[in-house]
Nanobody, 122 residues
């Protein structure tokens, strides 16, 4: 079993910065990729914000390019999301997803955290 826990969400003023963390733990054989998603208030769909693949390549949503940076500490199975120049429209619950091969499950699976709330005031 693989557990994913996010942290770092907070209330911040527009123009400010926050750093989110996501740690994967448990019976991990291999992590393929880690992702940050967000779900804005009143929206049903989660939006992909950023991704970092096993080789280190990264992808970003157009809405956060140049403002957000995803990085990782492979030794700690942890991924970070540095968020700068925050806007009120960045307000959302931010979820981390880890695509990994566990030591028990026979195939790669997606494991989700419970989310961390980021609120940006204007």
């Amino acid at each position: 079993q693989v557990q994913v826990v996010e942290s770092g969400g907070d209330l911040v003023q527009a123009g400010g910065s926050l750093r989110l963390s996501c740690a994967a733990s448990g019976s991990i054989f291999r992590i393929n990729a880690m992702y940050w998603y967000r779900q804005a208030p009143g929206k049903q769909r989660r939006e992909l914000v950023a991704a970092i693949l096993s080789g280190g390549s990264t992808n970003y949503a157009d809405s956060v390019k140049g403002r957000f940076t995803i990085s990782r500490d492979m030794a700690k199975n942890t991924v970070y999301l540095q968020m700068n120049s925050l806007k009120p429209e960045d307000t959302a619950v931010y979820y981390c997803k880890c695509n990994a091969k566990g030591t028990v499950a026979p195939a790669d699976m997606d494991y989700w955290g419970k989310g961390t709330l980021v609120t940006v005031s204007s």
